[in-house]
C-alpha cells in the first residue's frame, strides 16, 4: 500500500520522535527540572526526563542513564540489559523504596553487567535496595552487578540480595546501614544463590542483624578489603564458600558475648580462608568455624582483642578438619580464650601453627581439645599474661598435643602450659 | 475546627502538596536559593528549603535531608528522629554554632540512628559541634569541626555505637575532640583529631569500647584518654605531639591493643596505671614509639592492681624512658618484650619495685646505643628484676644493665 501524502506528512513531521522512539539513545538523562514525557527526545541533556525507570526505558543496551542535578529519581525497577546508572560527584541521587516494591533496583537478564554509581537508596517499606535475579531460570546465566558510591540504608531484609545461579556482586566505595527505624535489616549483602560471590571494597557495611555479608552458596567466593564492618550481630557468615579473603579490614562487633567476626560453615566445600592486616574484635568469636566444616585457614599480619574467643573451632564434631595457621598476629584480651580448637569429646582433626604471634592476656592463651592427630605447633611466639598459657583439653585418638619448634616466650601466665608441650628438633 | 468547603477545594486542587503537608516527606532538600516558606511543599528538589531546621521539620522519620548547593546552612538545630543529612562530594554545607547555642546539632531521640554526612560545622563561640544526648546510633561521616570551646562530639547516650568516618576534628583548644560521656563503643577511622587541650578521646563511659584506626590523633593534651574499664584498639594510626600522653589508661580493666601505629613525640606514648584492685593489660605489636619522654610509663599502686604488658617487634627509640615500669605496694608487674628494639634512649627499660611484684622478661630483643640499656631501682618484695629468654643483643651503650638480669633458658 502507498502511503498517503497526510501520512508522510505526519511522518516528517514526528520524524525525530520515532526515530528516537524505535532506536532509543546509548547515554540518557535526568534531572528533577526533567519530564518524562521527554523520553520521546530520548532524554536527551536538554530535554531530561524525571525518572530513572523513563530514561531506561529509552537507554540502548551497554548505555547509560546520567544523573544531572540532586533529587530523587525514583526505583528504576527491573533492569534487563546491560546499563550503568551513574550520579557523579557532588549530585546527589535518592531512591526510595516503598512497601509494594520488592527492591529499588532488580537486575534480571540474561548475563548483563548493571553497574550503579553515586545513588542513594532509602527504604520506604521495601524490602531490599537491589537484588539479583534469574526469572530466564537459565544454568548459564552469568549476570555481574557493580555498585559504586553508593549508600543503601534501613532495608529490612538486605541492602544488596543475589539469587541468580552464576551472578555475583562487587560493592566500592559505598555504605550498607542496615540500621532502621524500627528494626534493623537481616543482612547487609545476602547470597542465596550466586556462584559468582561478592566481593567489598573500601566500603561499610553496618546494624545488620544478622550477618553484614550472608553467604550461603556453595563456591561462591567472598571478598573484603578496607573495608569497616561495625555493629553487624555477625559480620561474614559463610556456608561453603570455597574462598573467602578478608583483607585491610576492622571488624568490630556490638558484643563480646554474641556473634562472630567471621562465622564459617558448611559441610560439603573445602574452604580456604585468608585474614590478612585485619582487626576483629568485640564479638563472642574473632573466627568461628563452625561443626562439621572443614576449613583451610591462614591469618597474618592481624589482630584480634576483646572478642570472648579470639579463634574457636571448639564447636566441631565429628568430621570436621582445620588447618590453621597464624603468623604475626596477635590475639588478645579475649574474655575466655584466645584460641579454642577441637571440642572435647569430638573426632575433629587440628593441624595449627602459629609463628611469631602473641597471645596474650585472656584466662587461656590456647586450649587444644581433641582429635586424631590434632597438633598445635608454635614458633617463635610470644605467649604472655594468660590465666594459662596453653592447656590441652580431653584428647582423643593420637592427638599430639602442643609442639614447640623453639623460640617461644612464655612469661607472666599463671600456669605456663597445662599438659604436655613437645620439643620438636630445630630445623 | 471544621475544614470550610472552600478549604476542602482548596485541598483537592493542591492534593499532592496537602497529603505531603499532612504526612512529611521522606526527602526534602536546602539551597541557598531556597526559602524556609518551602516547608508549605515539603522542601523539594525544586521548591527548597534555606535551613535545616526547617527541611528536618518536614522530613519523614527515617528520611533524608540533602543539600543542593554549597552554603551555609544553620542555624544550630535539633534531631529528634531517624534522619540522614547529606551534603554529597562537593558540595559544601555548614553549620555555625555561635556562643548562644550548646551545639550545632543537639540530637534527642529515644532509639534514634542518625547520619551526618559531608558537614562543615564552624564554633563561633558555641560549646560543641555535635552533641549526642539520647538515641541509639549515630554516624558522623566526612564532617568537619573547627573551633569548638567544649567537644567536637560530645556523646551522652547510654549504650550507644557512634561510629567517625574520613572526618576532621580540629577544636583549637577545645577540652576534647571527642568527649563519651556515656555510650557502648565509638569507632574511629580515616579521621584527624586535633588540638584538644584535655583529650582527642575522652572517655569516661564505663565498659565503652574504642576503636580507632587509619587515624590521626596529633597535637592534643593526651590523644585518647580512658578513665574507667573496657577496650581500647588501636591499628595503623599516628597518635603524635601530645603533650600528656599518647595513650592514657587509668581504669580498673582497661585492655589497650596497639599494632602497626606510631606513637611518637608524647609526653609519655602510654601511660597505664591501673586503679586500685584494678587490672591494665597492654599490647604492642609491629608499631614505632619514638621521641616520647617515656614510651610506656606504667605503674601499679599501694594496693594490690596488676599491669601486663606484651610488646612485639616493635621499637621503641630516641625517649628519655624508653620503658618506664614501677611496682609499689601489692601491685604485680608483668612485661614481656619479643624481637624489639630499645635504641637511641637514655635509658632502655627501668624497672622500679618497692614491695610489688615485678619483672620485665626479654627475648630477641635489641638494646642499642642507649645511656643506659637496662636499669632496675629500689627493688624490694617479690622483685625478679629483668629476666632474658636469650638472642638478646646488648651493644653500644653506656652501661648495658645496672642491675641484675636473670637467664631463664629457652623454652
Not at chain 1, 564459617?264 to 580456604?272: F, K, N, Q, V
Not at chain 2, 516547608?39 to 525544586?46: H, R, S, V
Amino acid at each position: 500500500m502507498r502511503p498517503t501524502l497526510t501520512q508522510l506528512l505526519l511522518l516528517a513531521l514526528a520524524l525525530p520522535l520515532c526515530a528516537a522512539a524505535g532506536a532509543s539513545a546509548p547515554r540518557t538523562f535526568v534531572s528533577t527540572g526533567g519530564s518524562d514525557s521527554n523520553t520521546g527526545a530520548n532524554c536527551a541533556p536538554t530535554a531530561p526526563c524525571r525518572s530513572f525507570a523513563a530514561a531506561l526505558s529509552v537507554t540502548a543496551s551497554g548505555g547509560e542513564v546520567v544523573v544531572l542535578d540532586s533529587g530523587g529519581y525514583g526505583p528504576p525497577g527491573t533492569i534487563t540489559q546491560s546499563v550503568t546508572i551513574t550520579a557523579p560527584e557532588g549530585v546527589y541521587a535518592g531512591i526510595s523504596v516503598p512497601a509494594m516494591s520488592t527492591a529499588g533496583v532488580i537486575v534480571d537478564g540474561v548475563s548483563i553487567l548493571v553497574t550503579l554509581r553515586g545513588l542513594t537508596f532509602e527504604s520506604q517499606g521495601g524490602a531490599d535496595a537491589i537484588r539479583i535475579n534469574n526469572s530466564s531460570g537459565l544454568n548459564n546465566n552469568v549476570s555481574a552487578l557493580v555498585v559504586e558510591r553508593c549508600f543503601i540504608h534501613g532495608f529490612p531484609e538486605s541492602g544488596i540480595y543475589v539469587n541468580s545461579l552464576q551472578s555475583g556482586v562487587s560493592v566500592y566505595d559505598s555504605t550498607i546501614d542496615a540500621t532502621g527505624t524500627s528494626s534493623n535489616g537481616i543482612d547487609g549483602i545476602t547470597l542465596v544463590s550466586g556462584g559468582g560471590g561478592v566481593g567489598v571494597y573500601r566500603s561499610v557495611i553496618t546494624g545488620a542483624s544478622r550477618a553484614g555479608i550472608y553467604a550461603a552458596v556453595i563456591q561462591a567466593p567472598v571478598e573484603v578489603t578496607d573495608s569497616l564492618l561495625s555493629g553487624n550481630a555477625t559480620a561474614i557468615a559463610t556456608t561453603d564458600a570455597g574462598k573467602v579473603t578478608v583483607s585491610g579490614s576492622r571488624i568490630h562487633g556490638p558484643s563480646v558475648t554474641a556473634g562472630s567476626g567471621i562465622n564459617l560453615g558448611g559441610t560439603i566445600a573445602t574452604t580456604a580462608v585468608n585474614i590478612s592486616g585485619t582487626v576483629i574484635s568485640d564479638y563472642a568469636a574473632g573466627v568461628l568455624v563452625a561443626p562439621n566444616a572443614t576449613i583451610k585457614l591462614a591469618i597474618k599480619g592481624s589482630t584480634f582483642s576483646s572478642n570472648g574467643y579470639g579463634i574457636n573451632t571448639g564447636s566441631g564434631s565429628s568430621f570436621a578438619a582445620i588447618d590453621l595457621d597464624v603468623s604475626d598476629s596477635v590475639i588478645a584480651d579475649s574474655t575466655i580464650a584466645n584460641v579454642a580448637l577441637g571440642a572435647s569429646g569430638s573426632t575433629l582433626a587440628t593441624s595449627a601453627v602459629f609463628a611469631r604471634s602473641s597471645l596474650t592476656g585472656s584466662p587461656i592463651g590456647a586450649s587444644l581439645g581433641g582429635g586424631s592427630g590434632s597438633a598445635l605447633a608454635f614458633s617463635g611466639c610470644l605467649i604472655a599474661n594468660n590465666g594459662t598459657g596453653l592447656q590441652t583439653a580431653i584428647t582423643f585418638g593420637a592427638s599430639q598435643g602442643f609442639l614447640s619448634l623453639g623460640n617461644n616466650i612464655f612469661v607472666g601466665n599463671g600456669t605456663d602450659v597445662s599438659g604436655t608441650l613437645t620439643r620438636s628438633m630445630p630445623r | 475546627m471544621r475544614s470550610t468547603p472552600i478549604a476542602w477545594l482548596f485541598c483537592a486542587l493542591a492534593l499532592a502538596f496537602c497529603a505531603d503537608a499532612g504526612a512529611s516527606a521522606a526527602r526534602t532538600f536546602v539551597s541557598t536559593a531556597g526559602s524556609d516558606s518551602n516547608t508549605g511543599t515539603n522542601c523539594a528538589p525544586l521548591t527548597p528549603c534555606r535551613s535545616f531546621g526547617a527541611a528536618l521539620g518536614v522530613t519523614a522519620s527515617g528520611g533524608e535531608v540533602v543539600v543542593l548547593d554549597s552554603g551555609g546552612y544553620g542555624p544550630p538545630f535539633t534531631i529528634t528522629q531517624d534522619v540522614t543529612i547529606t551534603a554529597p562530594a562537593g558540595v559544601y554545607a555548614a553549620i555555625n554554632v555561635p556562643v548562644t547555642a550548646q551545639a550545632g546539632v543537639e540530637i534527642n531521640g529515644t532509639g534514634i540512628h542518625v547520619t551526618l554526612r559531608g558537614l562543615t560545622f564552624e564554633g563561633a563561640g558555641g560549646a560543641d559541634a555535635i552533641r549526642f544526648d539520647g538515641g541509639a546510633a549515630l554516624t558522623v561521616e566526612r564532617c568537619s569541626m573547627h573551633a569548638f570551646a567544649e567537644s567536637g562530639i560530645y556523646i551522652n547516650s547510654m549504650q550507644s555505637h557512634v561510629t567517625v568516618l574520613d572526618s576532621t576534628i580540629e577544636v583549637s583548644n577545645g577540652t576534647d575532640g571527642i568527649s563519651l560521656e556515656q555510650g557502648a563503643d565509638l569507632t574511629v577511622r580515616g579521621s584527624t583529631i586535633t588540638g584538644a587541650f584535655r583529650a582527642g578521646i575522652y572517655a569516661l563511659s564505663l565498659g565503652a569500647s574504642l576503636r580507632v584506626s587509619d587515624s590521626l590523633i596529633s597535637g592534643n593534651a593526651t590523644g585518647i584518654a580512658k578513665l574507667g574499664p573496657g577496650a581500647i584498639t588501636v591499628s595503623n594510626s599516628r597518635i603524635e605531639g601530645s603533650r600528656t600522653s599518647g595513650v592514657s589508661a587509668t581504669g580498673a580493666l582497661t585492655f589497650i591493643t596497639v599494632t602497626g601505629s606510631e606513637i611518637s613525640g608524647n609526653g609519655d606514648g602510654f601511660t597505664v596505671a591501673p586503679a586500685l584492685i584494678g587490672e591494665g593489660l597492654l599490647s604492642i605489636k609491629n608499631s614505632l614509639l619514638s621521641g616520647n619522654s617515656n614510651g610506656i610509663n606504667g605503674s601499679v599502686g599501694a594496693l594490690t592492681s596488676t599491669l601486663l604488658i606484651d610488646v612485639s617487634d616493635s621499637v621503641l627509640a630516641d625517649s628519655n624512658v624508653a620503658v618506664l615500669l614501677s611496682a609499689v605496694g601489692t601491685g604485680v608487674m608483668h612485661a614481656a618484650f619479643a624481637r624489639t628494639s630499645l635504641t637511641g634512649n637514655a635509658v632502655g627499660a627501668s624497672l622500679a619495685g618497692g614491695g610489688g611484684t615485678a619483672d620485665m622478661t626479654l627475648a630477641g630483643c635489641v638494646i642499642t646505643n642507649n645511656t643506659t640499656g637496662l636499669q632496675t631501682v629500689a627493688t624490694s618484695g617479690a622483685f625478679k628484676g629483668f629476666l632474658t629468654l636469650g638472642n638478646n643483643t646488648f651493644v653500644g651503650n653506656g652501661t648495658d644493665v645496672n642491675g641484675t638480669i636473670t637467664s631463664l633458658g629457652p623454652r
